[in-house]
């Protein structure tokens, strides 16, 4: 456990060094067994392949290619016999066997590279498809799948802990004008403004999607009815005081919402039927408006509602 710490714990370098250094001793003392010495030469070079930098495959051929020149030097300097034929092969195996591992080393090295480029390629192409497959382009927000899978997740984690839950619904006041009256591209920017003062006006904790269009989804957990209610007129009202820039003039903005409580029992679409019916119920008394779903609502019908903040 002593190497645990160290960039290569397996110490696959100094191993090296030491097996080149053995077999270029072995060279010299082999005598006419020399000639397995290239094979086990080989084994030692294509032992860190796949554990080694380029720059440590280099300097470990270069020490290779020094330590059996030597070998071979000597060889031939204290050898009794003259330097023959087979003395020549065996250095020309040598040769060829450390040319040979290092390009072949090197050109491993290459693959790896590459491969290590394509896997993080491919992983920052994912990443952005998980954003693109839950993420609003235009806002930035949540979008309707991702939401779903949130407020499901948030309904579990309430069936677990008792917390409160409660969904609203938000609806930009005559959209459709903005759109028809000054464009697309002003009602795009206006969907972008409208997305960060609702973010800048909730908690941390809340989530914000779209859900479609000009309507959005705001899921606040472990709140009180009344607390979220002053959160969503914080809303309305921080809604109502922005300014859009237009060549024409600044545009104004209103909202209306539906804020609906998760009862015991109920599915998330449930509750977001109540939020939906005290969001029509804002709209048929004026607009402009939170209205707060009763506690027990006769869904499938579009019910008054209580209505919270008078019309701008």
Known sequence: GQTARLADPSLTVPQMVWTITSGAVAYVLAGEARGIVPSVLAMILFFGTFGLSVAEVIGIGVYALLAFSCAVAATTRFSTSPFGYLDTAYALMVLIVLGGSIALNLRIQRIRARLSEQRQALAQALAVNRELATRDELTGLPNRRAMQDLMDLEHRRSLRSGRPMLLAELDIDHFKRIN??????????????????????????????????????LLLSDTQSDDARELLERVRLAVAGMEIPHPSGSLHMTLSAGLALHLPGDTVELTLERADQALYTAKSLGRNRIVVAPVSPRVGSKGPGQPLGARA
């Open 180 to 217: 028809d009256s000054h464009g697309h591209a002003t009602g795009d920017r206006a969907l972008q403004a409208f997305a960060g003062v609702v973010r800048a006006s909730v908690r941390d904790t809340d989530v914000l999607g779209r859900w479609g269009g000009e309507e959005f989804v």
